[in-house]
């Protein structure tokens, strides 16, 4: 029988991350909150699966083409070099059969927990939230099930302790399009058991992932270390009235050839993500500052339901 994996929360990131656990043969459950939530996850489910499978069809496609190697979907195909048109056809079919049989969506969190080998906690970047989530779950765990947070930017020592088993918690923190940015970040509190950190290694590896061992703690880990101050930069200029979201987008993407300008991006990650990381600057509580102002332009985007891609419209109409 498959080993079972429980992701708490239906976001983009987690619907991203159960997907890609239950394609890679492990039987995968969503927790969520109420029947609204599971109507808002299911979209998700739908609109990511089938880019997953797109992607695969597109990689046979390119099957003999030099140019493969560099855009196949690293997390959906173990080896480039060994695929063939056939082998990637037998991808597209299991995963299509994995889909349909490994996913399950529960409201009751005691049946989702139960006999769960890793528990993947993927809520919004609210503190007392993720405490709240901890609290309820702790007694409901199995002794043998490792807890882990897919947190952005907070550190795991800070919940340890209301997890009830810090011993087995530690971040594993996955990148958008997480079946072509196949990485996994896994990075321990000072509590976190040496064998429970190398199982969630492990775990990565076994589900496509590339496992990025973190030493120690730190706030955003190595991708976001790098990608939220870029963010905020972008944002800076914006909330500043130094341009528009699409001028300074071109101005990124001409300079540096990359496919995707920062407000793009923030489109993708989701703007309540990126309203929720500003707010826990300090200065984004005193009037007159420029995170303040930020805040503020994000939260009317946000209270008007431009929240990104998801919702078919961010800083861009995604619904043409």
Not at 38 to 59: V, W
Not at 220 to 237: D, H, K, R, T
Request: charged share 20%; net charge neutral; glycine share 8%.
């Amino acid at each position: 029988m498959a080993k079972k994996v429980v992701i708490a929360g239906g976001g983009v990131l987690g619907t991203q991350i159960g997907l890609i656990c239950a394609y890679h043969g492990f039987d995968t459950t969503f927790w969520l909150r109420s029947e609204g939530s599971i109507g808002r996850t299911q979209p998700k489910l739908e609109r990511y699966s089938a880019l997953m499978l797109e992607d695969l069809a597109k990689a046979k496609a390119m099957v003999g083409n030099p140019m493969g190697a560099f855009v196949y979907p690293r997390g959906l195909i173990a080896d480039w070099k060994s695929a063939t048109a056939e082998s990637i056809d037998t991808l597209i079919a299991q995963g299509k059969e994995n889909f349909s049989n490994l996913i399950h969506l529960e409201t009751d969190m005691a049946k989702a927990l139960k006999g769960a080998y890793i528990v993947i906690e993927s809520m919004s970047e609210d503190p007392k939230a993720k405490i709240g989530v901890y609290e309820a779950m702790k007694d409901l765990l199995d002794e043998k099930t490792i807890l882990c947070t897919n947190s952005s930017t907070l550190l795991p020592s800070m919940f340890a302790e209301h997890t009830g088993r810090p011993k087995k918690y530690c971040a594993l923190h996955f990148a958008n399009t997480i079946w072509k940015n196949n990485t996994a970040e896994v990075m321990g509190h000072p509590g976190t058991d040496k064998a429970v950190y190398d199982q969630v290694v492990e775990f990565a590896a076994q589900i496509g992932m590339i496992p990025l061992q973190l030493h120690k703690e730190q706030p955003g880990y190595i991708l976001n270390s790098m990608l939220v101050p870029f963010l905020s930069a972008a944002q800076a200029l914006w909330a500043n009235d130094v341009a528009d979201p699409e001028t300074i987008d071109k101005t990124w993407e001409l300079a540096t050839s990359a496919p995707a300008g920062p407000f793009k991006i923030l489109d993708i990650v989701g703007l309540e993500t990126a309203y929720n990381i500003n707010q826990m600057k300090p200065a984004a509580q005193q009037e007159g500052t420029l995170e303040n102002r930020m805040g503020k332009l994000l939260k009317e985007k946000i209270d008007k339901g431009e929240t990104g891609v998801n919702a078919g419209k961010g800083f861009y109409d995604y619904r043409k």
